[in-house]
Each structure stands twice: as C-alpha cells, then as structure tokens.
C-alpha cells in the first residue's frame, strides 16, 4: 500500500510538471515560428516574451521561498497549477505585444511556484517513505509535457491551425495534467521534514558554488532551448526538421532523469551534474557550427538529454547542501537559474538582430556551461576534503 501511495505521489508531481514546466513554459519554442510569422515580430520581440517568462520565474522563485509558501505548500502549489494553465490557454486572446509579456510574465511565476512546491511536497515525502529513486518519475514530466504538446503543436499545424489554435489545445492539456496533478499529490504535514545528518553537516559554501552553477546552466541551455525550432525554420537545409525536432528533444528528456539520477549515485552528484554540464555544451554548440540534418538532431539529443539531467541533478545537490533548509535551498536555486534564463533570450535575439544570426551567443552560452562544469567539480573535491562533510555523504559526492 504504502509503495502505491508512493508512485501516485511520483506521477503527481510528474503531471504537475508536465502542466506547468513541460507545457506552460516550454510549449513557446515550438509556437513562436507560427507567431514570428502571423505577427511579424523581430527576433528581439520573440526574445522579450521569452525573458518576461524568464522574469515571472525569477520573481516566483523569490516569493516561493517565503515562509507563508513554505507553511502551505499544496495549496500554493494548486493556485499555481490553475494560474499557468490559464495563462498558458490565454496566450490565443490578444495580439499586442503588452499582453504577451503579462501573460508570459504571470505564468513564469506560477511555473516557479509549481516546481519549488511540488518539489518540498513530493521528494520529501518520497525521500521519507524510502522510495527516493522515485524522484526521477516527477521530473520526467517535463520531457513527457514537452513531448505531447510538440505533438499537439505539429498535428495542428499540419491541419492547417493557426498560432491561436495552438495556444488553446496544448493550453487544454495543461488543464488536464493540472487537475491530475491535484488529484495524485495529498495534503500532508511532512513536508520540510528533518533532514539527515549528512545534509545539516554539509558546507555552506558549497551551496553558494552550486547556485551560482546552476544559474549558469540556466543561461546556458535557454538560448538553444527558446531558439531551436526558429533556427531551424531559419535554415533552408535542415526546414524539414521544424515540425519534429521538438518531439526528438522532448522524447531524450524523458528517459534522461533515471539515466543521470543513476550516474550521480555510481560518480557522486556533483561529478555527474559536472559530466551533464559538458556534454550540454557540446550540444549548444553543435547546434550552431553542425547546421546540418545529423547536427542539428545531435544537438536535440544532447540538450534534451541532459537539461532536466542537470535539473534534477541540481535539486539533489541542493538538497544535500542545504543544511536542512530544502525548501530555501530549492528557491535560490530556481532564482539564480532564472536569472540566468532571463538574460540568455534577451543576449540572443540582441546579438541576432546585429550579427544576423545566433551563433555567438549560443557559443557564449555553451562557454558558460563549462564553467558550471568546473563550479561544480570544484565543489565536489571540496565536499569530498572538508571535515563537516558526513563520510558516507563524502564519498557519495566524490566517488568517481
């Protein structure tokens, strides 16, 4: 009973992922070609829209970390749900440039709200009940969300729907995925229950390393992330690809959570989040200097298969060196990964309004997840040498 309790719980937090991350967020990148075209926006406009989302989260994240977020996290987490899914949905209504970024904006920070809250309610819980494996299954649902709203958006394309249309019917799923999500995560008082010795011993300095480390994933994956379907309309050789290069990046996603979540226990977390670090930088700049059929779908493949790697990566590591304070540590985290998020867009669709295309900034950001990379081993040797580290949380974080 209790191990059924567990994967409902799982699946809970998998569809509210799917609701506000997979579809509210990320449903943009394969819309906006359709949008570019219909409204005759610049790459700046595109941008702008993008970074107000970017700047809800921001914001959302900071609120999320409060104590009156903290006190009663499944309620925040229900308003949050029906909030992205309605501004998801209404995104089809006007067509001025204002309402886009207010729409954007108010979905961003609902889309905070929703993966700080659900996160506290369901790991903790699935850590507390011995079924912590199970935390991949709640992170999958934002590949799964990214996959069936590609999907959606292709199936409507080719029925000849306009952008409107597209914001209706994936705006629908995220419904459906909320209300699934309402259903499969219960009340309960756990959450932000005691953590174990390890995570209260754990040095404080290595948080702040990891925050900044994971704000620069942020800025390093969003460019691509926002822009890939548009650089592939963009470019006559690989057009073909535009109405399934979403789904391939979407469908990479969703096995990549088990895949990174057992390479951190075999190499430590942050070993495996620095390996996912690297592997996303070639990923970012192959989709810019391998502008071809086989480059393009490598670089799909790389970021879908470790952005939500590193996500998930990244809240590990966050809870272990959060000295017994998740909630928190999972708000800074989201914080400075927004940050990171809002500037990518604005940088890219600058830099491409000058230079004509996104191949600087893509080269800018894959140079940043580098540097995440090398954040991230240097925490590692620090955890595995500092005294206040737990033994078996030393050798968790640094076994190679």
């Not at 191990?3 to 449903?27: P, Y």
């Not at 903790?124 to 999907?151: H, K, N, P, T, W």
């Not at 080719?158 to 459906?176: F, N, P, Q, Y």
Request: glycine share 10%; net charge positive; hydrophobic share 60%.
């Amino acid at each position: 009973m209790q191990h059924d309790r567990s994967l409902a719980l799982a699946f809970g937090g998998l569809a509210a992922m799917t609701a506000a991350l997979g579809i509210g967020r990320f449903v943009y990148t394969p819309i906006l070609p359709a949008m570019l075209g219909a409204l005759g926006w610049s790459k700046s406009d595109a941008g702008l829209v993008a970074s107000a989302n970017l700047l809800g989260y921001f914001i959302g994240a900071l609120l999320a970390g409060r104590p009156f977020a903290v006190a009663r996290p499944r309620p925040w987490l229900l308003a949050a749900l029906t909030i992205s899914a309605v501004s998801t949905a209404a995104m089809a209504l006007p067509s001025d440039i204002v309402s886009f970024v207010s729409l954007r904006f108010i979905g961003g920070v609902a889309s905070a709200f929703v993966i700080v809250c659900a996160s506290t309610l369901v790991l903790e819980r699935l850590s507390a009940s011995g079924r912590g494996s199970l935390s991949a299954v709640q992170f999958a649902g934002v590949g799964f969300g990214i996959m069936i709203s590609a999907i959606t958006v292709s199936v409507l394309l080719a029925s000849g729907a306009g952008w409107r249309s597209l914001w209706i019917g994936t705006g629908s799923l995220a419904v459906l995925a909320a209300v699934a999500a309402a259903a499969l995560i219960p009340a309960s008082d756990q959450a932000g229950a005691a953590m174990k010795p390890e995570m209260i011993n754990a040095p404080p300095s290595g948080m702040t390393a990891m925050v900044v480390a994971y704000g620069l994933f942020g800025f390093g994956y969003i460019i691509t992330a926002t822009f890939l379907v548009a650089i592939v309309r963009l470019t006559a050789e690989v057009r073909v690809l535009e109405p399934w290069v979403w789904t391939l990046f979407g469908l990479a996603a969703i096995p990549s959570v088990t895949v990174w979540s057992w390479l951190g226990q075999r190499v430590g977390i942050l070993n495996a989040f620095a390996a996912a670090c690297a592997i996303e930088a070639v990923g970012v700049a192959v989709s810019v200097e391998w502008v071809t059929i086989p480059g393009i779908c490598l670089s799909a493949l790389l970021l879908g298969g470790t952005f939500m790697g590193l996500t998930v990566l990244g809240f590990l590591a966050g809870r272990m060196l959060s000295s017994g304070h998740p909630h928190r540590a999972f708000a800074r985290m989201t914080a400075s990964f927004s940050i990171g998020q809002m500037i990518g867009p604005t940088l890219a669709g600058f830099l491409s309004e000058r230079l004509g295309d996104f191949r600087v900034a893509s080269l800018i950001a894959a140079a940043a997840l580098v540097a995440a990379a090398a954040l991230a081993l240097r925490t590692s040797w620090a955890a595995s040498t500092s005294p206040q580290m737990a033994p078996d949380t030393a050798a968790r974080t640094a076994r190679r």
